[in-house]
Nanobody, 124 residues
């Protein structure tokens, strides 16, 4: 049973930073890809960043390039999302997701497992 548990959300002022963590368990993830998505009230869930577990190939949404960094710690089975220069429009619930393929994709329907989400609120 794959489990994903996010942590690290909170309230931060514009321009500040947060680091989200996603602890994965239940199997080995060597040929999987992990993604971070976000969903603001009244909006669809959208891709933020993704990484392959082996090789660490990354992909980012244009809206976060240069501000967010995704990384992973294989020994801890944990994926991180470092978020810098946060803006009020980054406010959303952030979700970690996993898919059993070593390719990062942006569609939510291509991910099989999801965490419960963690709230990020950026005040202006």
């Amino acid at each position: 049973q794959v489990q994903l548990v996010e942590s690290g959300g909170g309230l931060v002022q514009a321009g500040g930073s947060l680091r989200l963590s996603c602890a994965a368990s239940g199997r080995t993830f060597s040929r999987w890809a992990m993604g971070w998505f976000r969903q603001a009230p009244g909006k669809e869930r959208e891709f933020v960043a993704g990484i392959t577990w082996t090789g660490g190939v990354t992909s980012y949404a244009d809206s976060v390039k240069g501000r967010f960094t995704i990384s992973r710690d294989n020994a801890k089975n944990t994926v991180y999302l470092q978020m810098n220069s946060l803006k009020p429009e980054d406010t959303a619930a952030y979700f970690c997701a996993a898919r059993p393929s070593p390719v990062v994709v942006v569609r939510t329907s291509d991910y099989n497992y999801w965490g419960q989400g963690t709230q990020v609120t950026v005040s202006s």
